[in-house]
Every structure is written in C-alpha cells, then in structure tokens.
C-alpha cells in the first residue's frame, strides 16, 4: 500500500513537465489537476481516484499511463511527455 505522498511523487514523476495539484476530498478519494505552471494552461482535472484500488506499484503505473494518454488524446500534439524532443506535429 503506498501512503499519499508516494503516491503522489509517483504521479508527478511520471506526468513530468506538467505540474499536479493533489485534492483529497472527504470520500479519501483523489481529485488530480495537471496543468503548465509557466503559463497556467489546465490540461486535465480527474475527479474520484479511489486510492484505495492503488495497492501495487504496477496499479499506480497503470492508470499513470492512461492519464497520460488522455493527456496526449487532449493536447494533440502541443506537448511531449515521452522525452522525444525530435518530434513536432507540422
């Protein structure tokens, strides 16, 4: 079981460049806003993760990998977060 913190290293890490804002609502569920900190842009906001379903590293690795599909489904091509400075959408 990962304690929040972790959890939350885990999903900034993995959503790097972007910048996460964490809310823990009263249900202990997560709401998670990821955004550009240099112009403020919101790319997406996810509310209801259920922290109790993220028991094992691959869980948290999972569903880091879909926000970070929805991320690329959502910005088509505006920004990189596989490291891949080569490529550009022209």
């Known amino acids: 079981m990962f304690t929040?913190?972790?959890l939350r290293n885990c999903i900034e890490e993995g959503l790097s460049p972007l910048t996460c804002e964490f809310t823990l609502c009263r249900d202990a569920s997560l709401t998670l806003k990821v955004f550009d900190a240099d112009?403020?842009?919101v790319d997406l906001v996810v509310t209801g993760i259920s922290v109790n379903k993220l028991k094992t590293p691959q869980d948290?690795?999972?569903m880091v990998d879909e926000l970070r599909y929805e991320l690329q489904s959502n910005t088509v091509g505006m920004l990189n977060l596989v490291g891949d400075s080569a490529t550009t959408n022209q």
Do not use: E, F, I, K
Request: proline share 0%; charged share 10%.
């Open 4 to 6: 929040l913190a972790q």
């Open 60 to 62: 948290v690795a999972n």
């Open 39 to 41: 112009s403020g842009r």
